[in-house]
């Protein structure tokens, strides 16, 4: 049981450090009216999907653009990143279910409409125990 527990503990902490590395100021949000394009199952159109902290981690969604609409429906939007998610569907919902992002750095690069790279660190806090968690990578 002590090996278990020791397993389940190292997955935790290394799930923490990927989860460090989101582009979690690329979520949708009442300042940020960012989000994807998908592809309709039905036809061959693509709709709009806002995006999640899941969505963020989630490698289905890998190398999907992020679009900032225009203020104009006549301009095509702005592209402003990339989703670069690395954990599976059900481990990036599973790895939210059991935390919550309290805050990050960086922060999006307003003056040259990008991510900005380097330094990431991220607060997190343990739903159940309520223990914060900061990840610095």
Same mark, same amino acid.
């Given at each position: 049981?002590? &090996?278990? $527990?020791?397993? @389940?503990?190292?997955?935790?902490? #290394?799930? %923490? ?8 100021? $690329?979520? /949708? @949000?009442?300042? @940020? ?8 199952? +039905?036809?061959? !159109? ?6 999640? $902290?899941?969505?963020?981690?989630? &490698? /289905?969604? #890998? ?5 900032? =609409?225009? %203020?104009? =429906?006549?301009?095509?939007?702005? +592209?402003?990143? *990339?989703?670069?998610? !690395?954990? #599976? =569907? *059900? ?18 690069? /307003?003056? @040259? ?9 991220? %607060?997190?806090? !343990?739903?159940? *125990? ?8």
């Amino acid at each position: 049981m002590e &090996n278990k $527990l020791l397993i @389940n503990k190292m997955k935790n902490a #290394a799930e %923490l450090a990927m989860a460090a590395y989101g582009y979690y100021d $690329l979520m /949708t @949000n009442s300042d @940020n009216q960012l989000f994807i394009e998908i592809q309709n199952k +039905k036809n061959e !159109d693509f709709i709009k999907k806002d995006i999640t $902290l899941i969505d963020i981690m989630d &490698n /289905t969604f #890998a190398d999907y653009k992020v679009y900032k =609409p225009q %203020l104009s =429906p006549k301009f095509k939007p702005n +592209k402003v990143g *990339t989703l670069k998610g !690395d954990f #599976a =569907p *059900t481990q990036a919902k599973r790895f939210f279910d059991k935390y919550d992002l309290l805050d990050f750095y960086p922060k999006f690069d /307003t003056k @040259n409409n990008k991510q900005k790279e380097g330094f990431h660190a991220c %607060l997190f806090q !343990d739903k159940e *125990t309520k223990k914060l968690i900061g990840k610095v990578e």
